[in-house]
């Protein structure tokens, strides 16, 4: 059973940096599509950013510039490095992978408050 566990949230200041790490059980990490999602309450699901089996990115216009997803196949992690957060960024964070289905993670809390 593939399993997605979400780490590295919590609170930090405007302007500050967080990596969110998104643990992958089951081989099929190493061909899926990772990406990372966050919901505010009353809010629907967005994508933040997106990487595919190939390495490919994409992301949202909002954190372009500011943040980077990465992924590191021989650990089975997708990382999310934000950069220069700002107080609309806070959100829980999902990470999902998808390849035929789609899996989400439990989601880790960002707040970004001075």
């Known amino acids: 059973q593939v399993q997605l566990v979400e780490s590295g949230g919590g609170l930090v200041q405007p302007g500050g940096s967080l990596r969110l790490s998104c643990a992958v059980s089951?081989?099929?990490?190493?061909?899926?599509?990772m990406g990372w999602y966050r919901q505010t309450p009353g809010t629907q699901r967005e994508l933040v950013a997106s990487?595919?089996?190939?390495?490919?990115?994409n992301y949202a216009d909002s954190v372009k510039g500011r943040f980077t997803i990465s992924r590191d196949n021989a650990k089975k992690t997708v990382y999310l490095q934000m950069n220069s957060l700002r107080p609309e960024d806070t959100a829980v964070y999902y990470c999902?992978?998808?390849?035929?289905?789609?899996?989400w993670g439990q989601g880790t809390q960002v707040t970004v408050s001075s």
């Open positions: 089951g081989s099929i990490f190493r061909l899926a599509t």
């Open positions: 990487i595919t089996s190939g390495g490919i990115t």
């Open positions: 999902k992978l998808a390849r035929g289905l789609e899996i």
